[in-house]
């Protein structure tokens, strides 16, 4: 797809989200969770170019939404509680990128999962810190210097989901078609070509985990910040299924699969939700089946279709 | 001829084949250096020791005096040594633009997040590399598409866009259509003599070995049981008989 295109789709899609979210208010919630989950997806997104499927992200959301919810009482503006959640959440994704980036395919993935279990049941045991499985409650913060009562709160962080997401796919698109992000599908395709050229496969794979520990960050501070409430549940092994399921669904073949994936799956869920009872997870399951049988590239591929 | 390599006493056994059995060599300082020798004779793997591949069980691997035995392939990479691959080892979701480019950009160890690998420069550069080759008419094609010439080729292209000063060539015409193999081995020569580069070279097509080699190694079952001058080697009936594998009439049993 050329870039005009592309940017023309990603700006009728913000235009899209912005329409939705004014005419149906509920969906102003569902809509900034999507968004969260598209850029969080994003980030598993960047991994997959280089062949390897986390199964454990949903812990950097997590983290990052308990961050904002330890940290909200004493930073109560939002413009400063945002980037240090991203921060740390990125600082954990260099620890512990340092070591899942030495391990490939079932390893890596299997590496990603044990950790978030590992994490997901600190907070879950830890009552006296985290609450337990009641979670802890995100006490209201600023927006620029300015309280918001709810209807505001509700905009300023769909608002901050959009922008987030158009920066972050944008900086995805730059990424990837730089030396690093093009050597990440060199991992997937000739890692030891990799090696013998100079370039440590483990580097350029440790620079995506990064980012997409960033990008899982994130979401999980929006989370928090709209949701005021966090579990340890965000960070369960089933949250971290559902990103890989999302870039499935909305394709990897560029940056605005995993949005179309995450939208596509909160409004299938929520819609189905409401009106067949315990359906949805069949409905889904399908939908998947189809892209998978049907769609390689996911919702995007489709949208691409008609080659110019 | 000052030596830029030096192999000293290589030995690496897998399980009871000696694959390299002591070998001895110098590579001097713009040499073009060819090995020959049947299947299984340890050629491949005295490359794969010399690039980091293999560790040597003994032995040294003198690089302008260091000693680069057991480094991390892309340590000794780094020092100016670059291989070509017997099986070429492309990118192969890439076109053969972007391999080269990503060889570029190895090289230049230029690594922001935020330039594209398709900047003008770097373009025009694999694009020079891939004209040299004959390739510059398949630069878009994805490198999983190519044909086994072509495969073979972009992989050399890819060694030598990382300038190093050696190069070592794991049978680089094995594939190429008989009709561009002396076209090609001279374009080759060519970009390598001008800039002074070192080459190693496995091959199998002695009209190859005699035109461009200056000296020949001949390997047999992990040893090196001639070297020298290609027209004094390629001469010797026992190499004639051993190794080409031609029976000359009037040899002595
Ligand atoms: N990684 C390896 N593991 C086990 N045996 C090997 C390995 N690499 C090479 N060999 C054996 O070492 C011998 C030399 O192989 P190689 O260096 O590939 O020979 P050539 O390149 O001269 O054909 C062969 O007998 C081969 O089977
Ligand atoms: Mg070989």
Known sequence: MTHRREALLALLFALAVLAAAFAVPWLRFVLTLALAKGIAALGVMLLLRAGQVSFGHAMFVAFAAYAVAFLAGQVGEALLLLPLAILLAALLGLVIGLFVARYREIFFGMLNLALSMVFYSLLEKFYSITHGTDGMRVPAVTWAGMATERVGGEWAVLVAALVLAIGFALLARLYLASPLGEALQGIKTREARLEFMGLPPRRVLLVAYVLSAAMAGTAGALIALTTRHVTPLMGYWTASGELVFIVILGGAGGVLGPFLGAIAYELVRVYAAASVADAWQLILGAVLLAVILFARGGLFSLLRGRRA | ?253
Not at chain 2, 18 to 35: C, H, N, P, S, Y
Not at chain 2, 168 to 185: C, F, H, N, R, Y
């Open chain 2, 1 to 253: 001829m000052k030596p830029i390599l030096q192999a000293q006493g290589l030995r690496l056994a897998f399980g009871g084949v000696k694959a390299a059995d002591g070998i001895d060599l110098d590579v001097g300082e713009g040499e073009f250096l060819a090995i020959i020798g049947p299947n299984g004779a340890g050629k491949t793997t005295f490359i794969n020791m010399c690039t980091g591949w293999l560790k040597p069980q003994s032995g040294r691997i003198l690089w302008r005096g260091e000693d680069i035995a057991g480094l991390p392939p892309r340590r000794i990479t780094q020092r100016g040594i670059a291989r070509s691959f017997q099986l070429p080892q492309l990118f192969t979701e890439h076109t053969v633009l972007r391999n080269l480019a990503l060889a570029i950009a190895a090289r230049e160890g230029a690594f922001s997040l935020l330039r594209p690998l398709l900047r003008p420069g770097w373009t025009k550069e694999a694009m020079e590399i891939l004209r040299g080759f004959g390739l510059e008419s398949l630069a878009d094609t994805r490198a999983d598409a190519l044909n086994e010439g072509s495969r073979k080729l972009a992989d050399i292209a890819m060694a030598v866009a990382l300038k190093p000063r050696l190069l070592l060539m794991d049978e680089p015409t094995s594939g190429v259509a008989a009709s561009e193999k002396l076209g090609i081995v001279e374009t080759l020569a060519r970009v390598l003599r001008e800039t002074g580069v070192s080459a190693v070279f496995v091959e199998h097509d002695m009209e190859v070995v005699s035109r461009f080699a200056d000296r020949v190694a001949v390997w047999s079952q992990g040893r090196i049981v001639a070297n020298g001058p290609p027209e004094a080697v390629l001469a010797d009936p026992e190499v004639r008989r051993e190794v080409i594998g031609i029976e000359d009439a009037h040899a002595a049993p």
